[in-house]
């Protein structure tokens, strides 16, 4: 479990691995099934685009996803898109030094978002966790415009909260069990989403992203969690030939659209 206590900042500025390793074990809390769910993911850009793709990492975060394809896929480049200023100051940071990385600041809500990217197509279009937090409007939309950015043949893959509510029962057993597990991992020790964030407000580094940060987001704001057949049924509907969950959990679900 990450230490409390310990400084990611050096002499030099932000330890950029500490803050990526930090950021893992704090989504780890949430998801302990998250590495599985990016071997899949990587698994089917691999059948399906091959081992060299060149990738959209959208809405990227500290650039989680980009780091696990680069290190599977060494010939792959990735374009990584986001808003937040803190976490693309990490990923900044963790790719400074690498020319297959591209990182990108746009709205995914603002329609001409695209007209940002360095490139009009991509071969695979990934995210995880992060597109949540849009209602099902907004989130159709950028669905749209997805298909859009895909090459015939190239794929998008989402893997996200999707909840089946025909199954409450299911899920409220499902939901209590999780959250026990992750009360006894809190009690050892593990970083909850604000608490990382109360970390990271403080380092001399990153305290004034942060702090524009949650001028943008304000705190932590839930979107719409729809079932991996809206995701499906709307992604056909935008353009994709085929879609369907490739991996699943109770809660979460990693979605396939194949242009």
Known sequence: ?????????TGAGADWPAWQESWDRQQEWYM??????????LDMVEALV???PRVLDLACGTGSITARLLARFPGATSTGVDLDPALLAIAEGTFADDERVSLVTADLTDPDWPARLPYDSYDAVLTATAL????????????????????????????DHMIDESTP???AAERAQRHARMDQ????????????????AKDPVL?????????????????DTPSAEWHARVLREKGFGEARAVWSSPSDA?????K
């Open 185 to 200: 991992a809190k009690a050892n020790g593990a970083l909850d989403w604000s608490e990382w964030w109360q970390l990271a």
């Open 169 to 171: 029962r299911i899920n």
């Open 254 to 258: 990693l979605m396939l659209a194949l």
């Open 132 to 159: 949540h937090w849009l209602h099902r409007e907004p989130l159709a939309a950028l669905y749209g415009r997805v298909a859009e950015l895909v090459r015939d043949g190239g794929v998008f893959l989402n893997a």
């Open 32 to 41: 302990p099934d998250r590495e599985e769910r990016f071997r899949i993911m």
């Open 1 to 9: 479990m990450t230490d409390r206590s310990t400084s990611t900042t």
């Open 207 to 223: 305290a004034e992203p942060t702090a524009r940060r949650f001028e943008i987001y304000g705190e932590h704001a839930e979107g």
């Open 50 to 52: 091959g081992p060299a």
